[in-house]
């Protein structure tokens, strides 16, 4: 008997709560929901353009081999620190030595044919001037002294080239730098018979790196040289480094059908954590302004819903028709074109309440404007937010944008909008109302007027 009057009460306790949960619902129906608030603050912001480059030293240099052979020694490896001048392989020279021992004996035969050529010539030349020898005969004599010339001289050349190949068997670094590319092994054979192979690529300074931006074509027009920059590498995301613009480059790259442009980025690397090679994500400072009154773009794009909020639109009428009289109004923007508009409907297909905000009330600054968020809205007038005033009722206010970063909008100029405010952001549930609801504004969050 005791067991079933446990269960009994369970099923009561159970159904109770059930019912609880329905009534709240079916209240929070009938009252329209609320509303989700944001607050007017004052802050720093930046306008940034965001980005992805690579980042590599400023000057590296490949250095290859202008003869082929064997590596017969190594003398460097990689993120080895060398300079100028400095012996980084050597080639088997067997091969290159037996061409310099042929092309000086070719020149020293070369030598001898000359020397024979020219003692010809040299007795010749009496004869044919005191007329003892034909021109014919002597014009002969003549040319194979010019040819035997010509022919030592071409040794000579041939002995020059084999002796700088046998030079260049040793590969030396043409800078100072580090090695960050080694590309040969001891013992193997390289081959240089229509292009130098690259052996090592050397980075001239490690102390500075430039990063190679692609940036769209769509924010190219922003970025100037000298302009800041700010970025980070996935080894050491909770480091910012900092950087310049140094060079926007003309060339077009088409990534994907869409166009970007190089733009060349200087930055320090006094610490060493920027290596070749990391991917940086960059964000170039467009414009930067600080202690600045801000505004969510959440409330500047918010677009109530004209049927659930009939009674909000007579308020904002009223408010805004005598706002001049308790000034908590006067410079929200044009109290009856803005509240009211033009050409909207109501649920009930009546003109009036439901047109501020499915027409131009709603439409300004919406997130559909050609500027976005922060900027002019698809009726080309200025910005607006619905805010709650002093009394705790609600108006719609105009004013100038200034920078935004994607979250925030500066407020410039004069205006009612002031630190502290409570504007209108979003709803904080759907909006599921097929009749009169009492205004969502009665219960700011933090009481009458927010808090200022």
Same mark, same amino acid.
């Given at each position: 008997?005791k067991?079933?009057?446990?269960v009994?009460? !369970?099923?009561?306790?159970? !159904? ?6 329905l009534?709240?619902? /079916?209240?929070?129906?009938?009252? &329209? ?9 004052? &802050?720093?912001? *930046?306008? $940034?353009?965001?980005?992805?480059? $690579? ?13 082929? &052979?064997?590596?017969?020694s190594?003398? *460097? ?6 300079? @100028? ?11 290159? !030595? ?8 070719? #020149? ?26 034909? %021109?014919?005969?002597?014009? $002969?004599?003549?040319?194979?002294? +010019?040819?035997?010339? %010509?022919?030592?001289?071409?040794? +000579? /050349?041939?002995?020059?080239? @084999? ?22 092994? %001891? ?7 229509? =292009? ?6 050397? @980075?001239?300074?490690m102390?500075? #790196?430039?990063?190679?931006v ?7 027009g922003?970025?100037?040289? &000298? ?7 996935? %080894?050491?995301?909770? +480091? ?6 140094r060079?926007?480059?003309? =060339? ?41 009154l801000?505004v ?16 909000f639109?007579?308020k904002?009428?009223?408010? #805004?028709?005598?706002?001049? +009289?308790?000034?908590?109004? !006067?410079?929200?923007?044009?109290p ?7 050409g ?11 047109? /501020? ?18 900027? @002019? ?7 607006? *937010? ?10 719609i206010?105009?004013f100038?944008?200034?920078? $935004? ?15 502290? #405010? ?12 097929k ?13 009458p007027?927010?808090?200022h």
């Amino acid at each position: 008997m005791k067991r079933k009057t446990i269960v009994i009460l !369970a099923c009561v306790i159970v !159904a109770a709560a059930v019912c609880g949960v329905l009534v709240k619902r /079916a209240m929070s129906a009938k009252n &329209g929901g609320t509303f989700q608030y944001g607050e007017v603050k004052r &802050g720093d912001i *930046v306008n $940034t353009v965001s980005s992805t480059g $690579t980042v590599n030293a400023v000057n590296s240099v490949n250095v290859g081999a202008q003869v082929s &052979g064997i590596i017969d020694s190594l003398y *460097v490896d990689f993120n080895s620190g060398v300079k @100028a001048g400095q012996v980084l392989a050597v080639l088997d020279t067997t091969i290159v !030595a037996s061409q310099v021992f042929d092309a000086r004996a070719g #020149m020293l035969r070369s030598k001898a044919q000359l020397n024979q050529a020219q003692a010809e010539y040299d007795r010749n030349k009496p004869l044919y001037e005191n007329g003892y020898l034909s %021109a014919t005969e002597f014009i $002969t004599i003549k040319t194979n002294y +010019e040819a035997a010339g %010509a022919s030592y001289q071409s040794a +000579e /050349a041939a002995l020059k080239r @084999a002796l700088r190949n046998l030079e260049y068997t040793t590969i030396t670094s043409p800078i100072d730098g580090t090695v960050i590319q080694r590309s040969v092994d %001891a013992g193997q054979t390289i081959q240089a018979s229509f =292009q130098a192979p690259t052996l090592f690529v050397i @980075a001239a300074d490690m102390q500075s #790196m430039q990063i190679e931006v692609n940036v769209d074509e769509s924010d190219i027009g922003l970025i100037k040289e &000298g302009l800041n920059v700010r970025f980070t590498v996935q %080894a050491y995301p909770d +480091e910012n480094f900092t950087g310049t613009v140094r060079q926007v480059r003309l =060339q077009p790259v088409t990534i994907q059908n869409v166009v970007n442009y190089i733009v060349v980025v200087d930055a320090s690397n006094e610490s060493g954590h920027l290596l070749p090679g990391m991917t940086a994500t960059v964000d170039f400072l467009i414009d930067e302004k600080d202690n600045v009154l801000l505004v969510p773009n959440s409330a500047l794009s918010f677009k109530p819903d004209p049927v659930a909020l009939k009674d909000f639109i007579a308020k904002v009428r009223e408010n #805004m028709g005598g706002g001049r +009289e308790d000034g908590s109004g !006067a410079h929200a923007g044009p109290p009856r074109e803005a509240a009211e508009g033009r050409g909207g409907r109501d649920g009930s297909g009546a003109r009036g309440d439901g047109a /501020a905000l499915s027409g131009r009330a709603g439409g300004i600054g919406g997130s559909g404007g050609p500027g976005g968020p922060g900027r @002019a809205g698809p009726s080309g007038g200025p910005p607006r *937010v619905f805010y709650l005033d002093k009394d705790g009722s609600p108006r719609i206010a105009f004013f100038t944008p200034g920078v $935004t970063d994607g979250r925030n909008t500066e407020i410039t100029g004069d205006g009612p909008l002031t630190e502290g #405010m409570q504007v209108v952001t979003g709803f904080a549930k759907a909006q599921k109302i097929k009749g009169p609801s009492k205004s969502p504004f009665a219960e700011p969050p933090h009481g009458p007027g927010g808090r200022h």
